[in-house]
């Protein structure tokens, strides 16, 4: 035998001596019942798999049909590594082709499925058609789809293709997912005011402006009040009000007539005299606790919109907290006397510290409930046999004031990339006119923001069949939306870290904290100067 | 290059393409941003270190990082102890039911993190969980589980504990099976009772595992999000914000992917300061 042949012998015998001796041949002379694991320092000769999902799976199925009577665990030390990593694990040839050939093929279906997924992808300059996103509501989505087929049958219309917005967290961040990788639409229905401001400054949207019978078709359909709530800072409208949500206060009819013998509240004192009412009561008879009023306790920043919003644009009598000069009045009497409502509730007990997975309000544990229109169709879901409930204004500071409240309004854009914005317009008359606002009532029983909505006779026979609806259109001319800020969210966060401090668990006065967030949105408003 | 290197770069490229896109790509973006000012809307803008003034400057921060510091305070020895005992007592040879009360222990941490924060928060419920049903029933008073600031955190511990112990009971498990047996047998001849064998031959040659076990379990903590996202959103009063969960605010919530990256890096840098102490001073050679 000649040396270069020997001396590769000899050179294999050494590699597959090391082998032997490499970690991965002993996990696998573990694994076939021999042989003894060598600890190391801290594990690091020991190569774990991967902790994923799928791999603890194994490992779980693994300990429930242990291999043998040994008792040992098994585990399995070769899950899907790249090649490179062969000569840690330490297999033998044949098995290693396969391993690496494996692998081959579920990189090469990952790297296929990726260039799909980005083919997937049509740049909007392709589009010949409009591109429409409703939102993700099942009612919604079933409104859209009756006016787009109502659209395209019309051959002299352009195509219309409806698309509910992709699920997430929020829709605001699948839309901004949409804007960053210029993917939008070219008309978005669920656009929620706080952030037109962001997409106006970005220059994402088109002014509405541009169509020369836009505000006669505007000043047509809305409440003469709601105007200006919707015109940006620079005085043109980005948004098309299309529908709102008055925030209300449901109200459990057997307790509150019955149990408590008491008629509707209309301002903050005749509340806390039916609440101490409801003291006494639970006080005599005893029973399951029972409470007035539930505001959620969790400081995230959307939940305002549904306890001290309502609240403040009701005792303001309309009126936000950032003056068009840019001045925020929320240390002002009105505000105060918004907080010292809350903030007694929590101290007398009658606002619940805690969080609540059950609707307690359905349980008959809660006389009020603040909510909108969407309460509807929940509670003739779920209410128990028997359960009666309504709705009414919520309270405020003092008799005889107007019952403003938030109007959680969701209006429609267009992209500013669109290729077609005329169409885009007529396609927004068209699902906003008389007809279709009584088809997205029935459909989805939302209210449209329009000005006759109770005295127009297209809408009469609705109102008779749903008459939960009717309060709620009642309060549309009332409803107040938000102010136009670049940074509302952080705004109204610092307002519910504040509420937290001041209202729930009052840690602080409320001169002392409302001063010091007065502060705080006025640096974040100067920003915007 | 020859044949055999080919091949193998031939092999590896469509993994390589994914980690360039999907990891590398991410991580040099990131870096890129600690430096900007983007709102994902505008344009981005340098502006230098900006981001770390304001870092330093920032109260809350340091509350979530003092937040989850407390948490892992908690919830690490408590799950190092309940786990080691655990695994003890199922390393025991004579035990009947051995391969159920593995699979018990390690169900929870197959099941969704947002499924079990979900149970447990109508458990920890104060007016109408079961936990306070119970000690109601058995004469004590309600506890406010995560709705006072003192106990909101180490009542998220216990819970993150519970979700995790199966992983570390399985994984210190093996550790124990490795030990001798005639080590053992050695010390009984000798004289030693459980408790020495345990603090003399046990802890020592479990010594690696365990090391494991904290660096796993202290990135892990590190992590902490779902938890407080979906139970608390971080209140009351923010004892429950974790980092993570105002890296979260910050980029999704307010948009600010330059302020949102920086304190991820720096969280990064903290997480890589903390298990390099602890492999200094807990690690020991066998």
Same mark, same amino acid.
């Given at each position: 035998m000649n040396k270069s042949v020997t001396n590769k012998i000899k050179a294999k015998r050494k590699d597959s001596e090391g082998r032997r001796n490499s970690p991965g041949a002993q996990i696998e002379a573990i694994s076939r019942g021999s042989g003894q694991l060598r600890p190391g320092k801290c594990g690091s000769e020991i190569l774990l798999p991967e902790f994923s999902l799928f791999n603890r799976w194994r490992m779980f199925l693994k300990g429930l049909f242990p291999d043998g009577n040994r008792g040992e665990i098994r585990y399995d030390y070769r899950p899907l590594l790249p090649p490179i990593t062969?000569?840690?694990?330490?297999?033998?040839? %044949? $098995?290693?082709?396969?391993?690496? @050939?494996?692998?081959?093929? #579920?990189?090469?279906?990952?790297?296929?499925?990726? @260039?799909?997924a980005l083919a997937g992808c049509r740049h909007k300059a392709e589009r010949d058609y409009i591109e429409y996103w409703s939102s993700s509501n099942v009612f919604e989505i079933e409104f859209a789809r009756k006016i787009v087929a109502e659209w395209n049958s019309d051959s002299t219309h352009r195509e219309v293709r409806l698309q509910p917005v992709p699920e997430g967290q929020s829709s605001e961040e699948i839309v901004l997912a949409a804007i960053v990788g210029k993917t939008t639409p070219d008309i978005y229905s669920n656009t929620w005011p706080g952030v037109i401001e962001q997409y106006r400054d970005a220059g994402v949207i088109l002014a509405f402006n541009r169509f020369p019978d836009f505000m006669e078709y505007l000043r047509e359909r809305l409440p003469d009040k709601l105007e200006e709530q919707f015109r940006s800072s620079d005085g043109q409208f980005y948004q098309f009000p299309w529908k709102g949500n008055p925030v209300l206060m449901a109200y459990n009819k057997a307790l509150l007539n019955d149990y408590l013998n008491s008629d509707l509240p209309h301002t903050?004192?005749?509340?806390?005299?039916?609440?101490? $009412?409801? %003291?006494?009561?639970?006080?005599?008879?005893?029973?399951?606790?029972?409470?007035?009023?539930? /505001?959620?306790?969790? /400081?995230?920043?959307?939940?305002? =919109?549904?306890?001290?919003?309502? =609240?403040?644009?009701? #005792?303001?009598?309309?009126?936000? =907290?950032i003056t068009p000069g840019k001045k925020v009045l929320l240390d002002i009497p009105e505000s105060r006397r918004v907080f010292q409502f809350f903030r007694q509730g929590y101290e007398t007990g009658l606002m619940p510290i805690s969080l609540f997975k059950e609707d307690i309000f359905l349980m008959n544990r809660l006389v009020f409930h603040l909510t909108g229109p969407w309460s509807i169709p929940h509670y003739k879901k779920f209410a128990p046999e028997g359960f009666e409930w309504g709705y009414t204004s919520i309270p405020v500071p003092e008799e005889g004031m107007l019952p403003y409240t938030y109007g959680d309004a969701k209006n429609i854009i267009i992209f500013s990339d669109t290729k077609y914005p005329e169409d885009c317009w007529e396609f927004i008359k068209f699902m906003t006119s008389r007809q279709n606002d009584l088809l997205l009532m029935r459909v989805t029983q939302q209210l449209p923001l329009r000005k006759d909505l109770l005295r127009d006779t297209l809408f009469t026979d609705f109102f008779t069949e749903y008459p939960d609806m009717r309060i709620f259109a009642e309060h549309i001319p009332y409803i107040v939306g938000l102010d136009q800020s670049l940074y509302l969210q952080e705004i109204f966060d610092m307002i519910s870290k504040t509420w937290d401090e001041i209202v729930i668990y009052r840690a602080k006065d409320i001169e002392t904290g409302l001063a010091d967030l007065n502060h705080q949105v006025q640096v974040q408003v100067n920003r915007e100067k | 290059m020859n044949r055999e290197e080919k091949y193998g770069w031939l092999l590896v490229s469509p993994y390589v393409g994914f980690f360039l896109l999907i990891s590398a790509f991410p991580i040099i973006f990131s870096f890129i941003l600690v430096f900007m000012r983007w709102n994902m809307l505008s344009p981005m803008k340098f502006i230098g270190l900006q981001n770390f003034v304001t870092l330093f400057q920032d109260p809350l921060f340091w509350k979530a990082l003092s937040n989850t510091l407390l948490f892992l305070a908690i919830h690490i020895p408590l799950q190092i102890v309940l786990a080691l005992i655990i695994s003890a007592l199922l390393n025991n040879p004579s035990l009947f039911g051995k391969s159920f009360f593995r699979g018990a222990f390690f169900l929870p941490v197959v099941i969704s993190g947002v499924v079990v924060t979900i149970l447990w928060k109508q458990l920890y419920s104060t007016e109408t969980g079961l936990l306070n049903n119970l000690l109601l029933s058995m004469g004590f008073g309600k506890v406010p589980w995560l709705t006072s600031p003192k106990i909101a955190m180490p009542a998220i511990a216990i819970m993150a504990t519970w979700k995790n112990l199966g992983l570390y009971v399985v994984i210190l498990l093996a550790g124990l099976q490795n030990i001798p047996r005639s080590l053992y047998e050695a010390a009984s001849i000798d004289g030693a009772n459980k408790i020495t064998q345990f603090f003399r031959i046990t802890l020592p040659m479990v010594n690696p595992t365990l090391i494991m076990v904290i660096i796993l379990s202290t990135i892990g903590g590190f992590s902490l999000f779902i938890e407080p996202y979906i139970m608390t959103g971080g209140g009351p009063l923010n004892s429950t914000l974790s980092a993570n969960l105002y890296i979260y605010q910050q980029a999704f919530s307010f948009y600010k992917m330059g302020y949102a990256a920086t304190l991820g890096f720096t969280m990064a840098g903290i997480i890589f300061a903390v298990v390099a102490l602890q492999r200094k001073f807990f690690e020991r050679e066998i």
């Amino acid at each position: 035998m000649n040396k270069s042949v020997t001396n590769k012998i000899k050179a294999k015998r050494k590699d597959s001596e090391g082998r032997r001796n490499s970690p991965g041949a002993q996990i696998e002379a573990i694994s076939r019942g021999s042989g003894q694991l060598r600890p190391g320092k801290c594990g690091s000769e020991i190569l774990l798999p991967e902790f994923s999902l799928f791999n603890r799976w194994r490992m779980f199925l693994k300990g429930l049909f242990p291999d043998g009577n040994r008792g040992e665990i098994r585990y399995d030390y070769r899950p899907l590594l790249p090649p490179i990593t062969r000569d840690i694990v330490g297999v033998n040839r %044949r $098995k290693e082709t396969l391993s690496n @050939l494996r692998v081959f093929v #579920a990189n090469l279906s990952l790297g296929l499925i990726f @260039l799909l997924a980005l083919a997937g992808c049509r740049h909007k300059a392709e589009r010949d058609y409009i591109e429409y996103w409703s939102s993700s509501n099942v009612f919604e989505i079933e409104f859209a789809r009756k006016i787009v087929a109502e659209w395209n049958s019309d051959s002299t219309h352009r195509e219309v293709r409806l698309q509910p917005v992709p699920e997430g967290q929020s829709s605001e961040e699948i839309v901004l997912a949409a804007i960053v990788g210029k993917t939008t639409p070219d008309i978005y229905s669920n656009t929620w005011p706080g952030v037109i401001e962001q997409y106006r400054d970005a220059g994402v949207i088109l002014a509405f402006n541009r169509f020369p019978d836009f505000m006669e078709y505007l000043r047509e359909r809305l409440p003469d009040k709601l105007e200006e709530q919707f015109r940006s800072s620079d005085g043109q409208f980005y948004q098309f009000p299309w529908k709102g949500n008055p925030v209300l206060m449901a109200y459990n009819k057997a307790l509150l007539n019955d149990y408590l013998n008491s008629d509707l509240p209309h301002t903050y004192r005749q509340f806390y005299q039916i609440g101490e $009412k409801l %003291r006494q009561r639970l006080k005599e008879r005893g029973g399951k606790q029972i409470w007035m009023l539930d /505001p959620n306790i969790t /400081p995230i920043w959307w939940q305002r =919109f549904f306890d001290f919003y309502p =609240f403040y644009v009701s #005792a303001t009598q309309g009126k936000t =907290f950032i003056t068009p000069g840019k001045k925020v009045l929320l240390d002002i009497p009105e505000s105060r006397r918004v907080f010292q409502f809350f903030r007694q509730g929590y101290e007398t007990g009658l606002m619940p510290i805690s969080l609540f997975k059950e609707d307690i309000f359905l349980m008959n544990r809660l006389v009020f409930h603040l909510t909108g229109p969407w309460s509807i169709p929940h509670y003739k879901k779920f209410a128990p046999e028997g359960f009666e409930w309504g709705y009414t204004s919520i309270p405020v500071p003092e008799e005889g004031m107007l019952p403003y409240t938030y109007g959680d309004a969701k209006n429609i854009i267009i992209f500013s990339d669109t290729k077609y914005p005329e169409d885009c317009w007529e396609f927004i008359k068209f699902m906003t006119s008389r007809q279709n606002d009584l088809l997205l009532m029935r459909v989805t029983q939302q209210l449209p923001l329009r000005k006759d909505l109770l005295r127009d006779t297209l809408f009469t026979d609705f109102f008779t069949e749903y008459p939960d609806m009717r309060i709620f259109a009642e309060h549309i001319p009332y409803i107040v939306g938000l102010d136009q800020s670049l940074y509302l969210q952080e705004i109204f966060d610092m307002i519910s870290k504040t509420w937290d401090e001041i209202v729930i668990y009052r840690a602080k006065d409320i001169e002392t904290g409302l001063a010091d967030l007065n502060h705080q949105v006025q640096v974040q408003v100067n920003r915007e100067k | 290059m020859n044949r055999e290197e080919k091949y193998g770069w031939l092999l590896v490229s469509p993994y390589v393409g994914f980690f360039l896109l999907i990891s590398a790509f991410p991580i040099i973006f990131s870096f890129i941003l600690v430096f900007m000012r983007w709102n994902m809307l505008s344009p981005m803008k340098f502006i230098g270190l900006q981001n770390f003034v304001t870092l330093f400057q920032d109260p809350l921060f340091w509350k979530a990082l003092s937040n989850t510091l407390l948490f892992l305070a908690i919830h690490i020895p408590l799950q190092i102890v309940l786990a080691l005992i655990i695994s003890a007592l199922l390393n025991n040879p004579s035990l009947f039911g051995k391969s159920f009360f593995r699979g018990a222990f390690f169900l929870p941490v197959v099941i969704s993190g947002v499924v079990v924060t979900i149970l447990w928060k109508q458990l920890y419920s104060t007016e109408t969980g079961l936990l306070n049903n119970l000690l109601l029933s058995m004469g004590f008073g309600k506890v406010p589980w995560l709705t006072s600031p003192k106990i909101a955190m180490p009542a998220i511990a216990i819970m993150a504990t519970w979700k995790n112990l199966g992983l570390y009971v399985v994984i210190l498990l093996a550790g124990l099976q490795n030990i001798p047996r005639s080590l053992y047998e050695a010390a009984s001849i000798d004289g030693a009772n459980k408790i020495t064998q345990f603090f003399r031959i046990t802890l020592p040659m479990v010594n690696p595992t365990l090391i494991m076990v904290i660096i796993l379990s202290t990135i892990g903590g590190f992590s902490l999000f779902i938890e407080p996202y979906i139970m608390t959103g971080g209140g009351p009063l923010n004892s429950t914000l974790s980092a993570n969960l105002y890296i979260y605010q910050q980029a999704f919530s307010f948009y600010k992917m330059g302020y949102a990256a920086t304190l991820g890096f720096t969280m990064a840098g903290i997480i890589f300061a903390v298990v390099a102490l602890q492999r200094k001073f807990f690690e020991r050679e066998i």
